[in-house]
């Protein structure tokens, strides 16, 4: 499985981006799909993920919920992360990452940076 992320970039406190997340076979063959992310000296940690491939139940951090959107489109294989109303705690590296029958695939981080 390969993932190919884009999307990330430079936004002020308040705006908008979108990540894509391109994976090399259909969605709805995952266990599960997801968002990650890291911010310097802190671990990995799960933004969003939906459950049973493209159009099962979703789940989101605390910390994102309601300005954060995942969603999967099987017809372009790519898994999105619609994210509204950015903070600069949102500032970190964002990776996507997929699990098929146990094991976790990931994707290159790419970089979101919220200015205050």
């Known amino acids: 499985v390969q993932l190919q992320a884009c999307g990330g970039g430079l936004v002020q406190a308040g705006g908008s981006l979108t990540l894509s997340c391109i994976a090399s076979?259909?969605?709805?063959?995952?266990?599960?799909i997801a968002w990650y992310r890291q911010a310097p000296g802190k671990q990995r940690e799960l933004v969003a993920r939906?459950?049973?491939?493209?159009?099962?139940?979703?789940n989101y951090a605390d910390s994102v919920k309601g300005r954060f959107t995942i969603s999967g489109d099987n017809a372009k294989n790519t898994v999105y992360l619609q994210m509204n109303s950015l903070k600069p705690e949102d500032t970190a590296v964002h990776y996507c990452?997929?699990?098929?029958?146990?094991?976790?695939?990931w994707g290159q981080g790419t970089q979101v940076t919220v200015s205050s």
């Open positions: 076979g259909s969605i709805f063959t995952f266990n599960a």
């Open positions: 939906i459950i049973s491939g493209g159009g099962g139940n979703t």
């Open positions: 990452a997929v699990v098929r029958g146990g094991t976790t695939y």
